[in-house]
């Protein structure tokens, strides 16, 4: 008899814990836990879709808001600007005055100042290099080698120069660096306006110009010769003429002239 009143309770307690639903939760979906498969592992939109709950919103901050992000874009090697850049530490220098028919601005870079792609510039006056001659050495090994053309623009403020000229020039060789020499901060300003505004100008204006006359041509080609100058080349055309040295050039070459 203890045993038949003991099933009517077991099973009583095992129907109170079914749950009920009722018709308003029914209607209500139900959220599954998302399963990641191969295909769905490299999607990750498609991932965030299903685990969202209902009634919120995916969200459509970017990765890059979230703070991780780099700070403000500085200026690096190679980037294009259509002005000077100008660092910090010559911030007063009065060739900036100077600085004219070019645009500059103040940034963040290693040399004193970027003139192009890939074209730097260092300033340094000879009045503190004398007090403090490690300066520039310094410098110089912190700049390295980054740039292709890399000057050193050397104000000459003192009454001797010559002795740190000298070393400065050693100096240069060791570090494959220009040595520019200006005697004014006006003369140091120009430097630098030329140096940017001849940035993507061709090496045309440093050829040498050939004429295209007739008499240039044939002064050239006679020329050719070592031992043939200019003042040989009139004497050879005045005395036998361009109708003789012409077919003895065209069939033997200027070398047999």
Same mark, same amino acid.
């Given at each position: 008899?203890?045993?038949?009143?003991?099933?009517?309770?077991?099973?009583?307690?095992?129907?109170? &814990?079914?749950?009920?639903?009722?018709?308003?939760?029914?209607?209500?979906?139900?959220?599954?836990?998302?399963?990641?498969?191969?295909?769905?592992?490299?999607?990750?939109?498609? &991932?965030?879709?299903?685990?969202?709950?209902?009634?919120?919103?995916?969200?459509?901050?970017?990765?890059?808001?979230?703070?991780?992000?780099?700070?403000?874009?500085? *200026?690096?090697?190679?980037?294009?600007?259509?002005?000077?850049?100008?660092?910090?530490?010559?911030?007063?220098?009065?060739? %900036?005055?100077?600085?004219?028919?070019?645009?500059?601005?103040?940034?963040?870079?290693?040399?004193?100042?970027?003139?192009?792609?890939?074209?730097?510039?260092?300033?340094?006056?000879?009045?503190?290099?004398? !007090?403090?001659?490690?300066?520039?050495? &310094?410098?110089?090994? *912190? *700049?390295?080698?980054?740039?292709?053309?890399?000057?050193?623009?050397?104000?000459?403020?003192?009454?001797?120069?010559?002795?740190?000229?000298?070393? !400065?020039?050693?100096?240069?060789?060791?570090?494959?660096?220009?040595?520019?020499?200006?005697?004014?901060?006006?003369?140091?300003?120009?430097?630098?306006?030329?140096?940017?505004?001849?940035?993507?100008?061709?090496?045309?204006?440093?050829?040498?110009?050939?004429?295209?006359?007739? %008499?240039?041509?044939?002064?050239?080609?006679?020329?050719?010769?070592?031992?043939?100058?200019?003042?040989? &080349?009139?004497? %050879?055309?005045?005395?036998?003429?361009?109708?003789?040295?012409?077919?003895?050039?065209?069939?033997?070459?200027?070398?047999?002239?």
């Amino acid at each position: 008899v203890a045993s038949r009143q003991v099933r009517p309770i077991f099973k009583s307690s095992c129907s109170a &814990a079914e749950p009920r639903v009722s018709e308003s939760s029914a209607s209500m979906p139900v959220s599954r836990p998302a399963r990641m498969t191969a295909a769905s592992s490299g999607s990750r939109e498609g &991932a965030a879709s299903e685990v969202l709950p209902p009634g919120t919103e995916a969200s459509t901050v970017p990765p890059a808001a979230s703070g991780d992000s780099d700070p403000s874009p500085t *200026l690096k090697l190679g980037a294009k600007s259509n002005c000077i850049i100008v660092s910090a530490r010559q911030r007063g220098n009065p060739i %900036l005055k100077f600085v004219r028919n070019v645009p500059w601005e103040f940034g963040e870079i290693v040399p004193d100042y970027v003139l192009g792609q890939s074209t730097c510039a260092l300033f340094l006056s000879l009045r503190y290099h004398n !007090l403090n001659p490690n300066y520039i050495h &310094a410098r110089l090994q *912190l *700049l390295g080698k980054t740039y292709a053309v890399q000057v050193l623009l050397v104000q000459v403020d003192v009454k001797d120069p010559h002795q740190a000229l000298k070393e !400065l020039a050693k100096m240069c060789i060791l570090a494959d660096c220009t040595l520019i020499l200006a005697w004014s901060p006006e003369e140091a300003g120009r430097y630098l306006e030329t140096y940017k505004a001849y940035e993507q100008k061709p090496a045309d204006l440093l050829k040498e110009k050939v004429d295209q006359d007739f %008499l240039s041509i044939v002064t050239d080609c006679l020329t050719s010769v070592k031992s043939v100058n200019k003042t040989d &080349a009139l004497s %050879l055309l005045s005395t036998f003429g361009v109708s003789h040295l012409l077919p003895i050039s065209v069939q033997t070459g200027p070398y047999h002239c």
